[in-house]
C-alpha cells in the first residue's frame, strides 16, 4: 500500500520499492489506483496500467501533471537506501521522483486553484506503440484536453521546455563486387562512403531561438554496416544518420532537409517523431515559470511532451533528478529536488 499522507521523499522510497519494469506495471498500477481512490475530490479511471485522476471544479483553466510508471531492467540497484541526503535505486531519477511528487499533489490539493489532470502512465521506456500515453491520448483523448501539460520527467528541478524532434534515415551507397585481390574491376560501396560522411563531419548546426531559448540542432552518424567477406569490396555500405531538430521544424520539414542534405544518394526515413515547440506564453505557462523561479532551458532530447503538443497542449519537462543518471546503475536523486518540485508545484496549484 501506498500512504500519499507521507513525505514526497518517504512516497518515492515506496514506488521505488515496488518494481515496475516495463510491461510489468500492474504491481504499481494497482497500488496508485487504490490509493488516489480514497479521495473523494478526484475521479479516477485507469486504462490498462495507467491511471488518470481528476479534479472537476470548473475552474477557468485545466492543467495535466503527467509521469510514467516504468523503469528499465534491475541492474542490482534495488532496494531504495537513502544515503547524506540522497536517495538511491532504480527509478529515483527516472521518474518516481516526480511521480511522488503527482500523487502528494493529488491527495493533498483538494481544491486546486486551477482544474488538474493527473496522469501516471505505463510503459514509457520501450517501443513506441506501448507507451501508455499514446494509448490514452487514442481511446480517451479527452484525459488529455488541457490548457497546459507538466511531464516531470528529470530536469534538475527548473524547467526545460519542449523538446526536440528525432529522425533516423539509413544513407545507402553503392558498387559494385569484386575480388579484393582485382580490386580494379569492381566499386567499393564502402569507399563511397567517404562523401557521406565528410558531409556530416563538415554539418555547421542550426541554432534557432523560440520564446528567447536557444535550441541545437544535431546530425550525426550513428552506425555504419557493409562488408561481404575478407576477400570481396562490397556491393553496399549502409550509414544510419540521426537527425535531432528544432521544434519550430515539422517532421516533413526535417525530412526534407536531410534528403537535400544527402543529395544525390538513396535515402530511406526508418524513425521519426515530432517535436514540441515551447508554448510559454501561455497564461498558465507564464504563472507556472514565475512560480518556479523563471529559470527556463531548452529540452534538447525528445520527451513526451511531444504527444501533448500534437494535441495542441503546450507542455514543458520538470522534474526532480538530473537526466544524466537515467537508465545508470548508480542512479539517484537529491531528497532536496523532490521537496522543492512539490513546493513549486504546490505554490503555483493554491491560491
Known amino acids: 500500500m501506498l500512504d500519499l499522507t507521507t513525505d514526497a521523499v518517504t ?10 519494469v516495463s510491461r510489468d506495471e500492474q504491481e504499481i498500477a494497482d497500488a496508485v489506483e487504490g ?26 483553466e485545466r492543467v495535466v501533471i503527467a509521469g510514467h510508471l516504468d523503469t528499465v531492467p534491475v541492474n542490482d540497484n534495488l532496494p531504495a537506501r537513502r544515503e547524506d541526503g540522497i536517495l538511491h535505486g532504480l527509478g529515483t531519477c527516472d521518474m518516481k521522483g516526480g511521480d511522488a511528487v503527482i500523487l502528494r499533489l493529488a491527495a493533498t490539493l483538494p481544491e486546486p486553484n486551477r482544474d488538474v489532470t493527473y496522469v501516471l502512465y505505463e510503459a514509457e ?54 575480388h579484393s585481390a582485382r580490386s580494379w574491376r569492381g566499386v567499393n560501396a564502402i569507399h563511397g562512403a567517404a562523401e557521406v560522411l565528410r558531409r556530416l563531419a563538415e554539418y555547421d548546426a542550426r541554432r534557432p531561438v523560440i520564446d528567447g531559448l536557444e535550441y541545437h540542432e544535431g546530425l550525426n552518424a550513428v552506425g555504419i554496416r557493409g562488408g561481404v567477406a575478407g576477400n570481396v569490396l562490397p556491393d553496399e555500405c549502409v550509414v544510419e544518420v540521426n537527425f535531432r531538430f528544432a521544434p519550430d521544424r515539422s517532421e516533413a520539414e526535417a525530412e526534407a532537409f536531410v534528403r537535400e542534405f544527402f543529395d544525390g544518394y538513396d535515402v530511406t526515413l526508418t524513425d521519426s517523431a515530432p517535436g514540441a515547440l515551447p508554448g510559454l506564453d501561455v497564461p ?9 523561479g523563471g529559470e527556463v532551458n531548452p529540452k534538447f532530447g525528445w520527451t513526451d511532451v511531444a504527444r501533448f503538443s500534437a494535441l495542441g497542449v503546450p507542455a514543458v519537462n520538470f522534474g526532480p533528478g538530473d537526466p544524466m543518471l537515467a537508465h545508470k546503475q548508480e542512479e539517484h536523486v537529491p531528497m532536496e529536488h523532490i521537496e522543492r518540485c512539490e513546493a513549486q508545484l504546490r505554490r503555483w496549484l493554491s491560491w
Open 11 to 20: 512516497l518515492t522510497e515506496q514506488l521505488v520499492n515496488i518494481e515496475s
Open 35 to 60: 490509493a488516489l481512490a480514497a479521495y473523494p475530490h478526484l475521479a479516477v479511471t485507469r486504462h490498462g496500467h495507467t491511471v488518470v485522476a481528476r479534479t472537476d471544479l470548473g475552474r477557468g
Open 125 to 178: 521506456e520501450i517501443e513506441e506503440r506501448f507507451n501508455g500515453l499514446r494509448l490514452l491520448a487514442e481511446a480517451h483523448p479527452e484525459l488529455m484536453a488541457a490548457d497546459f501539460a507538466i511531464l516531470m520527467e528529470p530536469s534538475n528541478a527548473v524547467v526545460e521546455a519542449g523538446c526536440q524532434g528525432t529522425l533516423r534515415v539509413e544513407v545507402r551507397t553503392t558498387g559494385e563486387r569484386a
Open 284 to 292: 498558465a505557462a507564464k504563472a507556472f515559470v514565475e512560480a518556479v
